[in-house]
């Protein structure tokens, strides 16, 4: 059974530009939830979706960022119009209830230049 | 909101040794304690996790005490290896599939 899986593993943006992080979650999983983690830091919360509905969307930001979960494919979190201080992995866990164990994916690393 | 407070930032100890990493949160409405363990340029994995209604949980060398009272949970590592070495999350949420709020991770180097 394989994990949750997210791409790309790193990606490289200019100011102004936009990025788009994928998460597929683990089979069997409904449940995604996005976290961001500094250098140094731990991992902050930024939203949790459920098939094509936004359940917690308190730690987003409330400018450039956006997130969904459609009824078929990845999850999608975009960043536009990227600055450096979005700089940061980007980790996605699944579950496979509103009640159940994360799962994280290997993170997605953003460098802004 | 919650915040969960982790102690120390830095552990070292020697093969075999235990160690132990302590957390406070802040909100009494937190109700799932897991605890992660994240290896250079890989994803957190969970490695135990404790719910309320328990005060202490044991898999094999590993081990979560948790004390509602006073709002801390610690996790302890016994017989230590060199491939305990890692950060350590500690993280706190109302349920298990809601957000987690996490501390800022404990740095263990296990020298042989």
């Known amino acids: 059974n394989a994990g949750v899986m997210q791409n790309p593993r790193h990606l490289v943006r200019r100011r102004g530009q936009e990025a788009r992080l994928r998460c597929s979650p683990m089979k069997g999983h409904s449940h995604v939830y996005w976290y961001r983690q500094l250098p140094e830091e731990g991992l902050k919360f930024m939203v949790y979706?459920?098939?094509?509905?936004?359940?917690?969307e308190s730690g987003m930001p409330k400018e450039r960022f956006s997130a969904e979960f459609p009824k078929e494919g990845p999850s999608i979190l975009r960043i536009q119009q990227v600055v450096r201080g979005d700089s940061a992995a980007y980790f996605c866990a699944s579950s496979p209830g509103d009640a159940d164990t994360q799962y994280f994916g290997p993170g997605t690393r953003l460098t802004v230049l | 909101g919650e915040n969960v407070e982790q102690h120390p930032s830095t552990l070292s100890v020697q093969e075999g040794d235990s160690a132990v990493i302590k957390c406070t949160y802040s909100d009494s409405a937190s109700n799932y304690f897991p605890w992660y363990k994240q290896e250079l340029g890989k994803g957190p994995q969970l490695i135990i996790d404790?719910?309320?209604?328990?005060g202490e949980k044991k898999d094999q060398r590993i081990a979560v005490t948790l004390n509602k009272t006073a709002k801390h949970f610690s996790l302890h590592i016994t017989e230590t290896q060199p491939e305990d070495s890692a950060v350590y999350f500690c993280a706190a949420a109302h349920q298990a599939g809601t957000a987690l709020i996490f501390g800022k991770g404990t740095t263990l180097s296990v020298s042989s």
């Open positions: 979706l459920q098939k094509e509905n936004i359940i917690d």
């Open positions: 404790i719910r309320s209604n328990v």
